[in-house]
Nanobody
């Protein structure tokens, strides 16, 4: 059974940084694309960033460009999201997701349970 477990969330002030991590069990990250999504209170889940396996191509939502960086450590089977210059509007539950193949297409087959990020202004 595949499990994705996020960590690294917390309460920070605006302008601070956080690094989220996602550890997988039951399957290696390779050769799958991996992504981060988030869901703010009262809003739908939205895409944040994705990383394709092999090419290493990355994709970001406009809200994340220039501030967030997605990366993976394949030997550790861990996905990261480095978040800098955090804003109050970044407050959300952040979810790790596994794509259905090596190239990111937007399709997800496994989700983590999420980690809460709260940014105070």
């Amino acid at each position: 059974q595949v499990q994705l477990v996020e960590s690294g969330g917390g309460l920070v002030q605006a302008g601070a940084s956080l690094r989220l991590a996602c550890a997988a069990s039951g399957r290696t990250f390779n050769p799958y694309a991996m992504a981060w999504f988030r869901q703010a209170p009262g809003k739908e889940r939205e895409f944040v960033a994705a990383h394709s396996w092999g090419s290493g191509s990355t994709f970001y939502a406009n809200s994340a460009k220039g501030r967030f960086t997605i990366s993976r450590d394949s030997p550790k089977n861990t996905l990261y999201l480095q978040m800098n210059s955090l804003k109050s509007e970044d407050t959300a539950i952040y979810f790790c997701a596994s794509g259905t193949g090596p190239r990111w297409t937007g399709q997800v087959d496994y989700w983590g349970r999420g980690t809460q990020v709260t940014v105070s202004s």
